[in-house]
């Protein structure tokens, strides 16, 4: 699945400038020149929203663009669809994560085709390694309205940063090791950017482990 979400990613990346200079093509993963891994419209990124989402969560939603080093080691172009009043701090978190070459895979909004299975599935976007923020949905494992659905939590590289509550794991048969690059740790760039500015780390939780998940209420 993550392969081949990034394959057609890749490809669709290439065919875009095959219209324009060829110059180009030899610089592409460049910060001038990203590999553009998300270049939704904002009805697009909200296309397929559950229509339980009340219209006053809707209407505070904004599409924001960041680049990203991603583990390929180049520079990608990705989206966040985020709270207005939480663009700012991520937009600058990402920048200091680029500036230190902290690796994430990719960021696609999750109204994303790959991740429709009944609606927006947050489970095929953690089977994608893709990190998102704005999704309406319950708590993992609850009833309770996340803050997902608030577009207040984001979710990075889930792959290298699982959710683990007893012998629960998700994404299934992820591992957490600090070590391997693109985990989040307490020392890590982007936990500290947010943490300074007031966000959670539930890499923090002493109840359950969720490393993926940073969110500010």
């Not at 990613?9 to 400038?17: E, Q, Y």
């Not at 629960?168 to 020392?187: A, K």
């Not at 500290?192 to 359950?208: A, F, I, K, S, V």
Request: net charge negative; with cysteine.
């Amino acid at each position: 699945m993550k392969k081949t979400l990034k394959a057609a990613v890749l490809l669709l990346s290439f065919l875009s400038l095959c219209g324009g200079d060829s110059g180009n093509i030899s610089d592409l993963g460049t910060y001038e020149n990203p590999i553009i891994d998300s270049a939704m419209s904002y009805e697009q990124a909200l296309e397929g929203l559950s229509a339980n989402c009340p219209l006053n969560i809707k209407n505070r939603q904004r599409l924001i663009n960041v680049k990203y080093y991603s583990f390929d080691d180049k520079i990608h172009q990705g989206q966040f669809v985020i709270d207005r009043d939480l663009a700012d701090d991520i937009e600058f978190a990402f920048g200091e994560a680029l500036r230190e070459k902290f690796p994430v895979y990719s960021v696609i909004p999750i109204s994303h085709i790959s991740f429709r299975k009944n609606g927006w599935d947050d489970n095929l976007s953690m089977e994608a390694n893709n990190t998102s923020c704005f999704n309406y949905r319950t708590i993992t494992g609850s009833n309770i309205i996340s803050l997902h659905a608030r577009g207040r939590a984001i979710d990075i590289n889930p792959v290298q940063n699982p959710y683990i509550s007893g012998n629960t794991i998700l994404p299934v048969n992820s591992t957490y090791d600090p070590d391997t690059g693109g985990t989040l740790t307490g020392e890590n760039i982007i936990v500290r950017t947010l943490l300074l500015r007031g966000w959670e780390w539930g890499g923090n939780w002493t109840d359950l482990k969720d490393y993926q998940h940073l969110e500010k209420k």
